[in-house]
């Protein structure tokens, strides 16, 4: 990504990898090559992320099983948070537990009240390899644990108890993509 370029103007979009793909529910791998083809994962990520109309994308979510994840997110405050994380590491969760609507491009329509820190700090590199640490508080810290987790072969229903997890796994089962 060139300094100063727009995020995924350069990118091209990718199909999303939905809910049941093995990519999806697998630990991703450390990323260890920083040449072109990390670039160019970020802009299509950007790409698809914007196209699909989310708020962040992690590369499993387009079938490539790196640990990368994009945002363009608002925190509670209406700040927004553009940028990109490279072999990112949650370190710090704290606050208190909010239970708020998260869906997930992967899981198209759907939606469940899933409970988050509303305080999380994630750790890793950019594409060039430079140290990164991102703060987030409100919906962006419900962001940054959402994609940390898609990494580790997470998903958000995975947090979502009771009556609830039962609703949502009822949809899941009805929709037109499982």
């Known amino acids: ?76 405050e209406d700040v927004r948070h553009l940028g990109h994380v490279v072999n990112p590491r949650v370190v710090d969760l704290d606050g208190v537990t909010v239970r708020g609507p998260e869906g997930c491009l992967s899981l198209p329509g759907l939606e469940a009240a899933t409970p988050r820190y509303d305080h999380a700090v994630v750790e890793g590199v950019t594409v060039k390899g430079d140290p990164v640490r991102v703060h987030g508080t409100g919906y962006f810290a419900r962001c940054l644990q959402h994609e940390s987790d898609h990494l580790d072969g997470g998903v958000y229903t995975d947090h979502v108890t009771g009556w609830r997890r039962r609703r949502v796994l009822r949809q899941v089962a009805r929709a037109r993509w499982s």
């Open 1 to 76: 990504m060139r300094h100063g370029s727009i995020p995924g103007a350069s990118g091209r979009v990718r199909p999303l990898t939905l809910l049941g793909a093995p990519v999806l529910h697998a630990p991703c791998a450390e990323v260890t090559d920083f040449g072109l083809d990390l670039g160019r994962l970020v802009e299509d990520m950007f790409a698809t992320m914007y196209a699909a109309q989310g708020w962040g994308l992690a590369a499993n979510q387009i079938g490539v099983g790196l640990r990368v994840f994009v945002y363009d997110c608002p925190d509670d």
